[in-house]
């Protein structure tokens, strides 16, 4: 998938799961309990998100999906050199967001276990907007930066389309790869995060 990338990048929006770590979830059974608890097939939660944002039935499938998540989170595993990712990051003061289909407990508990918490400016998870595309509209707002000055990095093609087609800038990660691949993606990243910073 090409990236696309706005040479003014003047924050960085890391997807959690297949970015920051890789949840071990079984989507199938996650889909047939959400889909009782909704009382309709749900063939895709991010839709189901959007579809009925702070809703009841949201708030209902949200928390049992976020007990699956809090479960998975327990015993995942930071991506390799994420932190040294993060540490240039902020010491070239570029802020970093948690832009996050998931909840924000999970995401939270996980942070502070591998003490990463402190490289993020904020995390904006379902709890707050309903879609990737609405969480970096949301950056936008708070920054006043545009989309194409924020680089949204996501390991899910359709987040990457959608977001695109709203002028940000995308780094498709690929959520499988060995650990030299890794950090020479890191650097990737990196690279384009740092090209306009005082
Ligand atoms: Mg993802």
């Known amino acids: ?30 889909l047939r309990q959400a889909s009782k608890i909704a009382g309709f097939e ?8 959007e579809n009925n944002h702070a809703t009841p039935s949201f708030q209902k499938v949200s928390a049992e999906m976020e007990a699956i998540e809090l479960c998975a989170v327990a015993t995942a595993q930071p991506k390799p ?4 990712f993060l ?28 003490n990463l ?8 998870t ?24 924020i680089l949204l990095v996501d390991d899910a093609k359709r987040n990457i389309s959608s977001c695109q087609s709203l002028g940000t800038s995308c780094f498709f990660f690929k959520r499988t790869q060995n650990q030299k691949e890794t950090k020479e993606t890191w650097n990737k990243i990196l690279k384009l995060a740092s090209t306009n910073q005082i």
Not at 11 to 28: E, Q, R, S, T, Y
Not at 81 to 84: A, G, L
Not at 128 to 148: E, G, H, R, V
């Open 81 to 84: 050199y994420i932190e040294d």
């Open 117 to 124: 918490a402190k490289y993020f400016t904020a995390i904006i």
């Open 42 to 49: 749900i063939k895709s939660l991010l839709t189901f998100y």
């Open 1 to 30: 998938m090409a990236n696309s990338v706005n040479l003014q990048v003047k924050a960085v929006a890391l997807d959690f799961d297949g970015v920051i770590a890789n949840l071990d979830v079984n989507w199938n059974a996650a």
């Open 87 to 114: 540490k240039s990051l902020q010491q070239k003061q570029v802020p970093t967001y948690i832009v996050s289909m998931q909840s924000l407990k999970p995401i939270k508990t996980f942070l502070e276990k591998h």
């Open 126 to 149: 379902r709890l707050d907007c309903p879609s990737k595309t609405a969480q970096i509209q949301f950056i936008s707002k708070q920054t006043n930066l545009s989309p194409s000055q």
